[in-house]
């Protein structure tokens, strides 16, 4: 009994330490977390490039904001929304976290937003490309920074059927963004003329894409529209070529990244259509990026990693302009500034949480007209951000019509 | 077109030739886990690792050393399987006094070290593997387009589960072997060297995983995780044909392709979990599984 009673204590005790340490790490730092995947399906497209990124932003900025030094907290999600949701709860309640970088997974960033307007604590979706971030599952402190399925459906799905593209069929992978993006798709295919034949949902990481493959071809279709993400992109599109799919039907990947482009190469990707919300090669200034993270990490960012440098960074000067960490303040910041980097051009955060900026359709390069390492894409048009993201809907509660 | 419950027989004969196509990879590996279950009383976790492995072996090969793709049929499974020996050699032989969950934790752990290491190194995105210059090209075969090097994973395949079986179950090797499973103090008493061949089976399982890596490689991206979704698949398959039975995991291998490659068609949802929904089933009405001994 008096064990359990010394024990009872020390727990308190220890406790209250851990209480009084956590406030104590609020106090004199800035803490910005990154829960993304780090290990699994997505890991190349924001993962530990993404982290280097943040890192280059904090550095850029100096290292310290408000005379509080920043810190970074990283966590795996392993595409598990229950993980994701709870290392984001543990960092608000005991690691004085005061924004948060959500990396890929549409499923993993829709739980986390939920924690994010329960905790008050700024959230800069970054990888995750469902539109719903910014509708009904809107939260007051969301920003959908990089891209959306809206916009990636503007772009790749009404170039395609202005080039002719008409009846579509979908490989559509089997999970919230999945569906999200067909949905998207589908809208700006038929309110263009177009028409939807088919679709199949796939499980997510299908081991083998065939089957589905000629299910597409069986229904006529003349897009082959691939509404999926990371290996599962790539496989399917390698096995669209190998049967010959793609020489009939005209491939649209509805979101693809550089390193999905790299590891298919161009001899399988040439003339895919595909939307993208930066690219390292536009000008000078994201070159000059490009050629920074390339030596620290050997390969070309993807879109995710520019955005993971501008968010952070837009944060920073928020927090700085404002005079505090508080969150409603910084948010309020947010949604006044304009967004001047090599990432976006006048970009400003809507009402909504969507961060409105330039979005860019292109096409994969044939291997004759690519000149060097990474040179992949064309830019076949540069939508205004207006266009691309679209008017406001309406359902999301913080922005109505 | 004539059809079979509204599906159309030029559908229905597109998914056999593809159902076979993956059974084919499911049967080798499933052909792998058996005979070291059978033999050893292993659950070889580590399995998918091993199979990954092949296939980094060989795009290795490749990038590095120039090693073409019919080398690396022979090389890169190996290579593999000198490591499996080396594993055998210095961790499993210590776990077979102990109960078999330390080897299935061994193994799994094994698992994650290869995996993670090929991530670490390798990162995330898959990497391409040429198609063989000889095995380009498609065939029409009136109901569908077949890459031909997919024919290929089809014949390599039986030919070597067939030869596998033949070696197990008909030839004094085989017989050795199975012997030594069943009484290996005995056997050793006639002067058999049973740690030896205890070894050579691990390796030889092993081997078999890499060299289905090799055959996939030009099939789907290379990358560390591509075996650990299918290893799962696999030792559903490996309970369905009943656990240790040589016939039972090229048969339920081949035949669990087809089934999953149906369901792909008529509700493609449920196409990832159809096997693990047929192991549930058997595992009520035969619980030794279809081919396996009570």
Redesign the interface.
């Known amino acids: 009994m008096k064990l359990k009673t010394l024990a009872i204590g020390l727990a308190a005790v220890f406790a209250t330490m851990a209480g009084a340490q956590a406030a104590l790490a609020a106090a004199d730092e800035v803490v910005i977390g990154d829960i993304d995947d780090l290990s699994g399906n997505y890991a190349d497209v924001a993962g530990a490039g993404a982290v280097e990124a943040m890192k280059m932003a904090i550095a850029d900025f100096g290292g310290t904001v408000l005379g509080r030094k920043i810190v970074t907290l990283v966590a795996d999600h392993q595409n598990k929304p229950d993980i994701g949701a709870s290392k984001f709860r543990e960092w608000a309640d005991q690691n004085g976290l005061n924004v948060l970088l959500g990396g890929s997974n549409t499923g993993v960033n829709i739980a986390m937003a939920k924690v994010a307007a329960a905790k008050k604590v700024p959230f800069f979706v970054i990888g995750a490309g469902g539109a719903s971030l910014t509708n009904e599952d809107c939260t007051a402190y969301t920003v959908h920074y990089v891209y959306d399925t809206t916009a990636l459906a503007n772009g790749t799905a009404t170039t395609i059927v202005q080039n002719g593209g008409k009846t579509w069929f979908y490989l559509t992978a089997d999970y919230a963004f999945g569906t999200q993006l067909q949905n998207a798709a589908s809208k700006v295919v038929e309110a263009n003329g177009g028409k939807t034949v088919g679709a199949v949902r796939v499980p997510l990481a299908a081991s083998d894409f065939s089957s589905f493959l000629l299910q597409a071809q069986a229904s006529g279709a003349q897009v082959l529209a691939l509404a999926n993400a990371g290996e599962d992109f790539s496989n399917s599109l390698k096995a669209a070529n190998e049967f010959g799919i793609t020489k009939k039907m005209k491939p649209a990947a509805l979101l693809a990244f550089i390193n999905n482009i790299d590891s298919l190469g161009l001899q399988t990707a040439q003339g895919l259509y595909l939307t993208t919300g930066w690219y390292w090669d536009l000008n000078a200034e994201t070159r000059a990026f490009g050629k920074r993270y390339f030596e620290k990490m050997k390969k070309e960012p993807t879109m995710d990693h520019a955005g993971y440098y501008s968010a952070t960074t837009s944060y920073l000067k928020a927090v700085k302009s404002a005079g505090t960490t508080d969150s409603d303040k910084v948010m309020a910041e947010l949604k006044k500034i304009k967004i001047n980097d090599m990432f976006a051009k006048g970009g400003y955060i809507r009402a909504d949480g969507v961060m409105i900026h330039d979005m860019y359709v292109m096409q994969v390069k044939t291997p004759q007209e690519s000149k060097y390492p990474w040179d992949y894409y064309k830019v076949l048009k540069v939508m205004k951000g207006e266009e691309a993201f679209g008017p406001i809907t309406g359902a999301c509660p913080l922005a109505p019509k | 077109m004539t059809e079979i419950f509204g599906i159309?027989v030029a559908?229905i004969l597109?998914?056999l030739t593809?159902?076979l196509?993956?059974g084919s990879f499911y049967a080798m590996l499933s052909l792998g886990l058996a005979v070291i279950f059978g033999l050893m009383g292993v659950v070889n976790f580590a399995h998918g690792a091993f199979y990954a492995l092949g296939a980094f072996a060989a795009l290795l090969g490749l990038q590095w050393l120039g090693v073409n793709y019919w080398a690396a049929l022979v090389l890169s499974p190996l290579a593999v399987g000198l490591l499996g020996i080396l594993v055998e050699r210095l961790f499993l032989r210590q776990l077979y006094k102990l109960d078999p969950l330390y080897g299935l934790l061994m193994t799994f752990g094994l698992a994650l070290v290869i995996e993670?290491s090929l991530?670490q190194f390798f990162?995330?995105?898959?990497?391409?593997y040429p198609?063989p210059a000889a095995l380009g090209g498609?065939i029409n075969l009136g109901f569908?387009?077949l890459?031909i090097?997919?024919a290929w994973v089809i014949v390599v395949s039986i030919a070597v589960c067939f030869t596998t079986w033949f070696v197990i179950e008909r030839t004094r090797l085989g017989a050795t072997l199975r012997a030594a499973t069943e009484n290996a103090p005995l056997l050793q008493a006639f002067g058999v060297n049973v740690p030896l061949l205890v070894v050579a089976t691990y390796g030889g399982g092993v081997a078999l995983a890499a060299l289905a890596g090799v055959l996939s490689a030009p099939?789907?991206?290379v990358?560390s995780?591509?075996g650990s979704?299918?290893v799962i698949i696999v030792f559903a398959v490996v309970v369905i044909g009943g656990m240790g039975s040589i016939l039972g995991a090229i048969v339920s291998g081949l035949a669990l392709g087809v089934v999953e490659?149906f369901t792909?068609?008529i509700y493609?949802?449920a196409?990832?979990?159809v096997v693990f929904v047929i192991m549930a089933l058997v595992l009520i009405l035969r619980p030794a599984g279809l081919f396996g001994k009570a």
């Open positions: 159309p559908v597109g998914q593809l159902g196509v993956n993670g991530h990162g995330a995105s898959g990497r391409s198609v498609v569908m387009i890459p090097y997919r099939v789907i991206l990358t995780q591509m979704s299918l490659g792909k068609v493609p949802e196409s990832n979990i």
